[in-house]
Every structure is written in C-alpha cells, then in structure tokens.
C-alpha cells in the first residue's frame, strides 16, 4: 500500500514540473517598484477579476466550490506566500531555495513590521515541505497559500422567468418581423442589454422641455426586447423590434406625459404599423385619452398598461379601459404588490417586485406594476398579439394558461391570476 501511495506521488510530480514563467523578483526599494500585488506574469484563477462589482442589492449566494489561489503553471499551482521579521527573511529565503523554491517578489510593511513575499514552489506537498523548511531557519515567520477573497456579495437573484414558466430571463427568442411599441420615458439603447436589439426611438417633447432619466424607460424595454449576453437582464420577448415613444417630461419637476403627447405617440406608432403596445404608466380618466384609446383598438392596437402603484382600490388610466389590458404585480411569493392598485378592471397578475432590471449603472432590483406589464406583453407578443388578433382573443388566450391565485376564479386583486409562458 505505502509502495503505491509512493508511485502516485511520484506521478504526480512528474506532471506537475511544467515550465515555470518567467519570475521577476520586485524589490520595493526600486523606484521602478509598480506597488502592485502581481507584478509578474501570473493568472488569477478560475478566471477572478479583482475590480469586478455585481451591484448592490445581491440576494442569491454564490455557488463557490471551494477556495481559490493565485496560480502559476499549466496545472495552476498555487503561489506561497511568507510573511515575518525582516531580519529573518535572508534565513527563510535560503532554506526554501534549498528546497527548491522560487522567489517571485517581496516587499515591506514597515507598518505591521514584517517582511511579505511570495514563492513559487513545485511539487504535490510543496506547503509541507515549505512548513518544515522554515520551522527550523526562520520560526517566526509564518506561510501559506496565496488565497483569493471573494467580496461579500452575491449573483442577481432572478425569479420572473421561472415564476411564468420561462426556463431563463431571454430563454423565448421572437422574430424580427414582429414588432412592440413602448410609450415611456427615453430609452438608452446603449445599454449591454440593449445592444444587441433593434430599438427605433422618437421623443415627443417640445422645445425647451426635460426629458427625465433613461431609467424606467430602459428597464421596460429591456423587460420586453433585452438581449443580456450576461443572461440576468435578458427579455421576454427578444428578437422583437421595440419602437420607443419617448412622451414623458420633467416639466412639472416630477415626470409625467400630457394626454397630447400620449395621443400623439399612439399615432405615430400606428404609423410604423406597431398593433401591440405597452404602456407602464398611471394617472385618471379623461374623455379625450378614453377616446384615443377606442380608436386605437378600432384599428387593431392591443394595448397592455400598469395598474399603478397607489395602493388601494383605484382604476386608473389607461389600464381601465375597456380596451385596454390591466396589469397587476406580484411578489415571488405570489402575494400581491402592497403599493399595486386593485378592482374589478384587473384582469391579470405578472412579476414585478424586486425584479432585476436595467439601470444605467447595469442593473439593480426595482418594483411596481410597470414592470409587470411588459412581461405580459412579452407573452402577449408570443401569442401573436399584434398580427391580427383580437385584444378578446388574446385575452383569451392569456386566460387559458393563467394560474389562478387569491379566491377562486376571477378577482379584483389578482384578475385571472398569474401568466404563464413558455417558448
């Protein structure tokens, strides 16, 4: 048995005596010194990025394997590190050499008053060996691996593409021949979840007038067409083309769009011969916008708003329409959103708190019915709404695959409850 423990070390030595990089002993003395902790050629492993920074508000762990090292060599071996008195340092430095060992860098830390320096040591036991190097010649210096720290945060934690049914955020490419319309604030087609979609924006302000941040209207467009290569702000509908109506103001100091501007948008999408439309946005009822809304289903517009974020029994416009598909947000505990308003004129439930949207910083957690909305659109697109069908048959049609929550039935909460997807 100790004969075979012998020949698989002796293996695995062999493999491991790849060509080393070049070293590159930096003395911090040497007004060349670049004060980095890696001035030599070495990898990080598993591909660790130092200044990488997922955002704030991260919520799932990381799926770790185990620690990670910094590493030199084809089979990655990890780096030694020694740290002790300066005046054993000439000590701890012969014997590892003697064992074979390869000064990479040291520096001062005058502060802490030690001596830091990292080695380059081959070899299966190559700590153990290092250990009982140094516990002799230098035994107040101490050694270990060149560990890795992860910053204590964690991935996005995506829920609404599994809540409906999706297998991931992006997972149900659409055509590019079917088209969406989207009447918000200005939308930043810049962003990495947008570069890779078709956007056709046009604002519709006035001279002189504010347009407000990008913010909403960007996480709303990349809801419904994102194309994230990093996977968590993917849409729901990508592949679509999204005309971008940019109606909203910062006139008033709060944004906000006129009813001329929102009539004025509906036209001008129409135009482009976009039949389905989302609308995240809120306010009262008004004969003039009631009656631009008709018209607009008259000529085949199917239209999907937010039901507002007022939080109490409300039915505002344009999500009370008739005509209009009225959309509440729901919590991945299937709770309705506290601040989503309610009645009779909800007609179906979707994702929209704490969801991980863009931002102009990458993305960051939002909540309110306007994130509902458009991933209703998004299956809305899926089911063909705006080639032809009906806003009754693509009510229809969301009805039949919807899951029920609250009471039994239709409710003024939840409508015909959750949507559901699928490619």
Known sequence: MLRALQIVVALVVVLMQAPAAVAQITDPSDPNYPGTICSIQCDFANGYDPHHDDGPNMEEPNRNPGPRFVTRGFFGRPELIISGPVSEFPAARAALEAIGAQL?????????????????????????????????AAPNTVIGL??????????????????IGDAAPGACPLGRN????????????????LAGATVVSRDFLQDGERPPSGTHGTAVAALLVGQDPEGALGGFAPGARLYAASAFTNG????????????????????????????SFAGPANPVLEAVLSSAEDRGAI???????????RAVYPAAHADVIAVTAVDAAFRRYRAANFGTHIEFAAPGVDLYVATRRGGNYASGTSYAAPIVTALAARLGAGGGLSVERVRELLRGSAVDLGPDGFDAEFGWGLVRGGC
């Open 104 to 136: 990479l860098r040291y520096r001062n830390l005058p502060i802490l008053g030690v001596r830091f320096a990292v080695f380059d040591l081959r070899g299966a036991d190559h700590l153990a060996r290092a250990e009982l190097a140094l516990l002799d």
């Open 146 to 163: 060149h560990h890795i720290y992860d910053l204590a945060q964690a991935r996005p934690r995506i829920y609404a593409a599994e809540m």
């Open 178 to 193: 079917l088209a969406i319309g989207l009447i918000d604030g200005p939308v930043d087609a810049s962003h990495p979840a």
């Open 252 to 279: 008033s100091g709060d944004p906000g769009a006129d009813v001329e501007r929102i009539a004025t948008a509906i036209e001008w999408l129409l135009q482009q011969d976009v039949r389905l439309i989302n609308m």
């Open 303 to 313: 239209m999907v708003a937010a039901a507002g974020n007022d939080g109490r029994e």
